[in-house]
């Protein structure tokens, strides 16, 4: 059978540096023809983007803000568009449902979040979202019904430390919520303010075997895809991280009367940790990462001398004992910096993530259906935390990774072609119905 | 005459450093007898402390809030207490007014500022406006007569830029109305909330010689007289100041997914502009100083490399080439830090004042009031900014320290000990009085 669909739209394509209009293969299995619908994935990103759409034309839609709020009642809205039977649990993750033919089956997932960072673009974690509302929606259309009931999930607030799927893999509640967000609001009242019930979070926890299979499609935030000229990113797995907030004190005094040698300078200590945690980091080879993204001084006045200042340190890498030796050493300058400024440091652990490996049968089944695509994949890491990490302790993980022009995220600048997106929603669509048809995965998790 | 009224109440001169319990020597004047009530003195001091008082036992008593506007009721209240006729100028200075025998001569003139920086202590200007109330009520109590008229001035918004000094010397309006203070108010914005009218401006000048004479009593924030164990400061002059806002270009990104190699960090660039700035600043002998006291990141997240730094770098000295030619130096310091880190720095000056030396004839006057009270002197320059300085434009200017405890201010922790606040109040109102019948200072400013 020749088949006269392409891979990517012919106008979209004509941009694109991955698309290739050469004829998918066949294969055997039912729905092998099945194609998303890449003018409404677009059409659904663009209308997703008008909440909390900022003058940069990014996106301020901080998980807990009236624009979080917004953009969840449109995706409940989408998702019944989509045919699917929608609850939240008491997390407050939303949860939309197509029956399987088996519908006793545990089900197979999808999903990403719809939360940004302030500031933030209109890609990461959009784009896994309306990809798996997509699926469900071609499913739908085309009256395709898998063995296994289908669960697409929104997961709430990933961009505060994944709160939304830590609450369904049963991570101890009291160790996020009652942490700050960006909304302004501590975990707990987000949850009450997005329809949850912090109290009850333990229903919202899924059991371990519960999942046939979870994938998530995500961009890769990262360049290394866009210069290998690869569509179709294989994730190899989640980076572990860890954030500490550090509170350097000194004495505030007056600029003016202080001379320069009688000071103990908040800002300057900080400074000079900033400058000493990123020639550390710089010092050894490696994928690993170490970034201080916030910084303030206090009280915070061009005639005041600093008597406080705080700031956080966030460390990534697949290995978590690579981020601790490398945190000892920072810690090592900080004393040096301490005893030079007459500064005191303080290091607090304030998240931590283990490093995920995605399942090799996931991998497998995420490069067969590219193969039947026609499109090139490449394995590799990713060094941004995902909400598949939490859902890999309950079922057989997968991600995808579609590529990020410029490597640019969590930016207004944050792109990806509507073409690349197009081609993962459909490796996501296929990868899901080989899941469907695999043998093992009914209770790999134990695997 | 032997004199057996003391310098400092004896009670509580036992803790202090410098009080001196001798008898004065009399000197021929009239109200060579007078003395200023300390207790009165430390009573207004602790009411004054209570108007936006904070957790630290400082006071948040930022220019054009709500406790600013309390405490300016407060001390008009106190002027009318202490006979003064009070009125507002447009600007929003306070003024109270006591006639002179010779009520058309220009007026001697007294008084500080009440507002404070954020997380500020209780002494800085207050000190000075609690004394030059003192004053007054002290000429009133004794039933004393200046031949000029005597006016107590509480200057608005020293702290952001010595807004109501810079109005009554007739600055252009243009250069401040529009900047943003501590309150979050524009200044123009917050001399409409403290009454005053910013299109009538003008009428809040005064014209060079329209004033006899301008004491300012102040703490000295600095630790020159207590390390030298002398209760009484004769200001040489006062430093220039020049600010600039600095803006450092980065470009905001995933901190996970950008290798440490591809990063444009705006924080990292900052961090190591601050530490260039201090070791600029040190390389050089002299009294300058170099501050960095505020530092944002933009967007100011954890998990995202900052797009942009914003800080304040602040410099003063006596002479503002010695400023210029250390900017100038840090300059080539932001160029080599924006070419190691791929960002871009720029430079804006957002304020500058003019180094003010005091008139020779009030160091003179100070000295012998004194020497009169057997206070011994230090003379010295100093390193804040003050109202006298604007006031130096239009009248002779002087300028009394007494010590604060351990150099502090800008700080909850700022200390000036009562007896030494007394012994400074009690030099002021010699000092005046001196002025008064000084054959030179009617039309002085022309020296």
């Not at 449902?97 to 940004?116: F, K, V, Y």
């Not at 919520?177 to 229903?203: Q, V, W, Y």
């Not at 371990?208 to 979870?214: K, R, T, V």
């Amino acid at each position: 059978m020749h088949r006269r669909r392409f891979i990517g739209s012919a106008a979209a394509g004509a941009g694109f540096l991955f698309g290739r209009n050469v004829p998918a293969v066949a294969h055997a299995g039912p729905g092998a023809q099945l194609r998303v619908n890449g003018a409404r994935i677009a059409e659904r990103l663009r209308t997703l983007a008008q909440f909390g759409r900022n003058a940069d034309g990014g996106i301020d839609r901080v998980a807990y803000g009236d624009a979080d709020l917004a953009a969840r009642d449109w995706v409940m809205g989408a998702m019944r568009e989509a045919g699917l039977d929608v609850r939240m649990d008491t997390a407050g993750n939303i949860i939309g449902r197509r029956a399987g033919l088996d519908d006793a089956r545990p089900p197979l997932m999808t999903g990403s979040h719809i939360d940004s960072v302030p500031g933030g673009g209109n890609y990461d974690g959009q784009v896994g979202a309306v990809a798996a509302l997509e699926v469900a929606q071609t499913l739908a259309d085309q009256n395709v019904r898998l063995r296994h009931p289908l669960e697409v999930v929104i997961f709430q607030n990933e961009e505060n430390g994944k709160v939304g799927s830590k609450a369904m893999r049963g991570q101890d509640p009291a160790s996020y919520l009652d942490l700050m967000t960006h909304s302004g609001k501590m975990i707990r009242d987000g949850i009450r303010f997005i329809g949850g019930d912090p109290a009850r979070l333990s229903e919202a926890a899924r059991q371990p075997g519960s999942i046939a299979a979870f994938l998530e499609l995500h961009i890769e935030q990262g360049a290394v895809l866009e210069r290998a000229g690869v569509p179709i990113g294989i994730v190899l797995g989640i980076v572990g991280i860890k954030r500490w907030a550090v509170t350097v004190e000194g004495f505030a005094n007056h600029a003016g009367t202080t001379p320069m040698d009688q000071r103990r300078d908040a800002l300057l200590g900080a400074a000079r940790f900033v400058d000493a945690a990123n020639r550390v980091a710089r010092s050894v080879p490696g994928r690993h990462v170490a970034t201080v993204g916030t910084l303030t001084a206090e009280p915070g006045a061009p005639n005041v001398i600093a008597g406080r200042a705080l700031l956080t340190l966030e460390m990534r890498d697949l290995e978590l004992d690579t981020v601790d030796g490398l945190f000892e050493r920072m810690r090592v300058e900080a004393d040096r910096v301490a005893a030079e400024t007459d500064t005191r440091f303080e290091f607090t652990e304030i998240y931590r993530t283990l490093p995920a490996r995605t399942d090799e049968r996931m991998r497998a089944v995420i490069a067969e259906a590219a193969g039947e695509l026609n499109l090139a994949t490449q394995s590799l890491p990713s060094g941004a935390g995902h909400d598949a990490q939490e859902i890999a302790q309950l079922a057989p993980m997968g991600m995808i990774f579609v590529p990020s022009i410029g490597g640019i995220s969590h930016s207004p600048r944050e792109f990806s072609e509507s073409v690349a997106i197009e081609n993962g929603a459909n490796v996501l669509l296929h990868a899901l119905t080989r899941c469907d048809r695999h043998p093992d995965l009914r209770d790999a998790h134990a695997l």
